[in-house]
């Protein structure tokens, strides 16, 4: 009886430590990204990089902006990060579903800009744009590719701890240790 008491105690304990336990909706997400410019002088040049957010304040619903993390951006054989934007560079939503990154840089010949879409048509997705000092312009395609994701590691560890405190629970009612 007192075993089966020990039981349900600790089973109890468990579950109210698993609905205690933060919720897992906090991510990274790390994502890669390239184009072509498609028009203009600089027709068939080519943009690569990489960034990453963190979906902690994302509420999926309406548009929303998150500021970016990290920002790598290679463009005719120069690095660009986080420090050359003109505004803080984000990463675009709606309804929680990403439309892209909004990233400027005007103090750089040429001035170009990753500009996120604003709907799920064709004509509505991301693209990148350039405006050379002589006044020559252009648009290039992009294409966005989610690397990884990670949760947070808090509530994992919760988790681990709850069953390492059932598992050394049912270790002490085996051995009759604390009786």
């Known amino acids: 009886m007192f075993k089966l008491f020990k039981?349900?105690?600790?089973?109890?304990?468990?579950?109210?430590?698993?609905l205690l336990m933060p919720r897992a909706q906090a991510?990274?997400?790390n994502y890669t990204f390239g184009g072509t410019v498609d028009s203009g002088l600089l027709l068939n040049e080519t943009f690569s990089g990489s960034f990453s957010y963190s979906d902690l304040l994302l509420t999926h619903s309406g548009d929303e902006s998150i500021n970016l993390s990290t920002l790598s951006f290679n463009f005719l054989s120069?690095?660009?990060?986080?420090g050359d934007a003109d505004i803080?560079?984000?990463?675009?939503f709606l309804d929680g579903v990403f439309l892209g990154v909004n990233?400027?840089?005007g103090g750089f010949d040429p001035a170009f800009a990753l500009v996120s879409g604003y709907g799920i048509?064709?004509?509505?997705?991301?693209?990148?744009?350039y405006d050379t000092h002589s006044g020559d312009s252009g648009l290039g395609s992009i294409s966005y590719q989610q690397s990884n994701s990670v949760d947070e590691p808090v509530s994992i560890a919760l988790f681990g701890m709850g069953l390492a405190g059932l598992g050394l629970s049912r270790r002490r009612a085996k051995?009759?240790?604390?009786q």
């Not at 600790?10 to 698993?18: E, I, P, R």
């Not at 803080?88 to 675009?92: L, V």
């Not at 051995?175 to 604390?178: A, E, I, L, S, Y």
């Open 7 to 18: 039981t349900v105690y600790t089973a109890s304990v468990f579950t109210a430590l698993m």
């Open 27 to 29: 991510a990274d997400f």
């Open 175 to 178: 051995h009759g240790w604390g």
């Open 103 to 105: 990233f400027s840089v």
């Open 78 to 82: 120069t690095p660009f990060g986080l």
């Open 88 to 92: 803080t560079a984000s990463a675009d």
């Open 121 to 129: 048509g064709l004509l509505e997705a991301a693209y990148f744009s």
